[in-house]
Structures are given as structure tokens and as C-alpha cells.
């Protein structure tokens, strides 16, 4: 919107699919060192391509293979921004980063402590932030998008199915919350697995997977709650959306 150019490097994936710019290959992690080397090679492919101003790497795997691609940022201007980590892995995280030698910023103070309390120096803090609740669909067009009947509560839950998110604690305890119906917005490698638990849990007709949505805000507005049952955050956008349009949140 401000007029800079933008591309992206990333794995395969629907969000990819739809990024607005470039998208250059880069293959998965998965948090293995034998796979730094060939990341950092399609990085620096991106780089010979693109040719960029700034190169901004979210969190520590793609902060390793930006430093090798770009030396530590002498030959393209790199910084690291922190998201979020399970708590148990800030303390090997805050190694990586040193490691690599980036300007790190945090989305938030949490974050930014755990990281500074494992010794890694953290050179802004930028929380993460949503636009204001804008008026969007009727919130009943929403419900009857989503087959609600007159009387029936809208849970939604807006995630990446993926074990960090824990759609699956939702999922369960939807069995116990009766006239609701559960909307999961999001996809990922879970989805099938996420799709037998509601079988498993008798709510196979009371939760939709809704998939990528572009207008979640909208439908967070138009739900009775937001759940986020996630096994850790760091400052999850779908609560500050929930919290702009006024929609209670229940969290872990």
C-alpha cells in the first residue's frame, strides 16, 4: 500500500499460492540442518533474481539461512523478526539467532523478554497490531453462510492446522457446548486428522472447516466467540482481531 515492491520466498502452500508478488521456491526445514544449505542457496537464487533493498526473515530457521545467503546482512540489509516459540525452545532459538548475527525484532514485550532472558539482544520491539474493525456482512448472512439455526452459537476458531494450534482441544470440548456450531478457519497438514476427531467426538455435523479466508475478520466479528485453545502464542492476530470487533475471546 505504500508503494514498495515486495516478493516472497516460501515453501509450497495455499498461502503462498496467493501472496501479492513473486514468489521464489524455497524447500521446508523442518528444523534440520541438513536442509540450511540448500534453503540458503534458493534464498541467495532469489536474491541474484530479485535483487532486494531489505530482506526480512521471520524467525530463527529462515534468520540462519538469511545470514548465509546475505553474510550476516553485509551484502543485503537482513533483519530477524520473532513471532512466537513453544517456551521450551527460546533458550536454543536465542543460540540461533546469536549465531546468526541479525538485528532481531520481537512482535511483542513477551516475546522480547524471553528472548532477552536467554541472552539474545533484541533490537526493537514492534507489536502486531490489526486494522480497525471495519463494517463488513451482516452478521447473519455469516450464521447463514455457515448453516446456523435460529438460536445457535457461533464458535470460531482462526488458525494454521497444525499441533500448535490445538483445534483438537476445541473440537472435544464442542461436545459438551450444545446449540453451537464450531468454524475453523485455516488449513494445513491436520486437516484430515482434525476432520475424524470430530467423528470421534459425535460433532461431525456441528463444525465446518472453512478453509483460507481472506475475509476472517469478518467472520470473528460476527461470532458469539472467539476460542483459541493454541498450545503457545506470541501475540496472536486473531485475538487482536477479535478484541477490535468486540468478540469475547476464550484462551488457553
Same mark, same amino acid.
Given at each position: 500500500?505504500?508503494?514498495?515492491?515486495?516478493?516472497?520466498? =516460501?515453501?509450497?502452500?495455499?498461502?503462498? *499460492?496467493?501472496? @501479492?508478488?513473486?514468489?521464489?521456491?524455497? @524447500?521446508?526445514?523442518? *528444523?534440520?540442518?541438513?536442509?540450511?544449505?540448500?534453503?540458503?542457496?534458493?534464498?541467495?537464487?532469489? $536474491?541474484?533474481?530479485?535483487?532486494?533493498?531489505? $530482506?526480512?526473515?521471520?524467525?530463527?530457521?529462515?534468520?540462519? $539461512?538469511?545470514?548465509?545467503?546475505?553474510?550476516? %546482512?553485509?551484502?543485503?540489509?537482513?533483519?530477524?523478526?520473532?513471532?512466537?516459540?513453544?517456551?521450551?525452545?527460546?533458550?536454543?532459538?536465542?543460540?540461533?539467532?546469536?549465531?546468526?548475527?541479525?538485528?532481531?525484532?520481537?512482535?511483542?514485550?513477551?516475546?522480547?523478554?524471553?528472548?532477552?532472558?536467554? #541472552?539474545?539482544?533484541? /533490537?526493537?520491539?514492534?507489536?502486531?497490531?490489526?486494522?480497525?474493525? =471495519?463494517? %463488513?456482512?451482516?452478521?447473519?448472512?455469516? *450464521?447463514?453462510?455457515? %448453516?446456523?439455526?435460529?438460536?445457535?452459537?457461533? $464458535?470460531?476458531?482462526? #488458525?494454521?492446522?497444525?499441533?500448535?494450534?490445538? &483445534?483438537?482441544?476445541?473440537?472435544?470440548?464442542?461436545?459438551?457446548?450444545?446449540?453451537?456450531?464450531?468454524?475453523?478457519? #485455516?488449513?494445513? @497438514?491436520? *486437516? /484430515?486428522?482434525?476432520?475424524?476427531?470430530?467423528?470421534? &467426538?459425535?460433532?461431525?455435523?456441528?463444525?465446518?472447516?472453512?478453509?483460507?479466508? @481472506?475475509?476472517?475478520?469478518?467472520?470473528?466479528?460476527?461470532?458469539?466467540?472467539?476460542?483459541?485453545?493454541?498450545?503457545?502464542?506470541?501475540?496472536?492476530?486473531?485475538?487482536?482481531?477479535?478484541?477490535?470487533?468486540?468478540?469475547?475471546?476464550?484462551?488457553?
Amino acid at each position: 500500500a505504500a508503494g514498495h515492491k515486495t516478493a516472497f520466498v =516460501a515453501a509450497e502452500g495455499a498461502m503462498a *499460492r496467493s501472496a @501479492p508478488g513473486p514468489v521464489f521456491a524455497l @524447500p521446508h526445514l523442518e *528444523r534440520s540442518l541438513r536442509r540450511v544449505p540448500a534453503a540458503a542457496r534458493a534464498l541467495d537464487r532469489a $536474491i541474484r533474481a530479485w535483487r532486494p533493498t531489505l $530482506i526480512h526473515a521471520h524467525n530463527p530457521g529462515m534468520a540462519v $539461512i538469511s545470514a548465509l545467503a546475505t553474510l550476516r %546482512g553485509a551484502r543485503v540489509s537482513t533483519l530477524a523478526s520473532v513471532q512466537g516459540l513453544p517456551p521450551e525452545d527460546y533458550r536454543r532459538a536465542s543460540v540461533v539467532l546469536r549465531i546468526a548475527g541479525l538485528p532481531i525484532v520481537s512482535c511483542g514485550t513477551e516475546v522480547a523478554y524471553r528472548l532477552s532472558s536467554n #541472552g539474545c539482544r533484541v /533490537s526493537a520491539v514492534i507489536e502486531n497490531a490489526v486494522a480497525p474493525a =471495519a463494517a %463488513g456482512r451482516a452478521p447473519e448472512r455469516v *450464521r447463514a453462510e455457515f %448453516g446456523l439455526d435460529a438460536g445457535q452459537r457461533l $464458535i470460531v476458531a482462526v #488458525g494454521r492446522l497444525v499441533p500448535q494450534k490445538n &483445534h483438537d482441544l476445541a473440537i472435544r470440548a464442542l461436545a459438551d457446548v450444545p446449540r453451537a456450531r464450531l468454524v475453523i478457519v #485455516g488449513d494445513g @497438514p491436520l *486437516r /484430515s486428522k482434525l476432520s475424524d476427531a470430530t467423528a470421534t &467426538h459425535g460433532v461431525r455435523d456441528r463444525v465446518v472447516f472453512a478453509g483460507l479466508r @481472506p475475509d476472517a475478520p469478518e467472520i470473528i466479528a460476527a461470532a458469539d466467540v472467539l476460542v483459541m485453545p493454541s498450545r503457545w502464542e506470541g501475540l496472536p492476530l486473531a485475538a487482536l482481531e477479535a478484541m477490535a470487533a468486540g468478540t469475547p475471546i476464550v484462551a488457553t
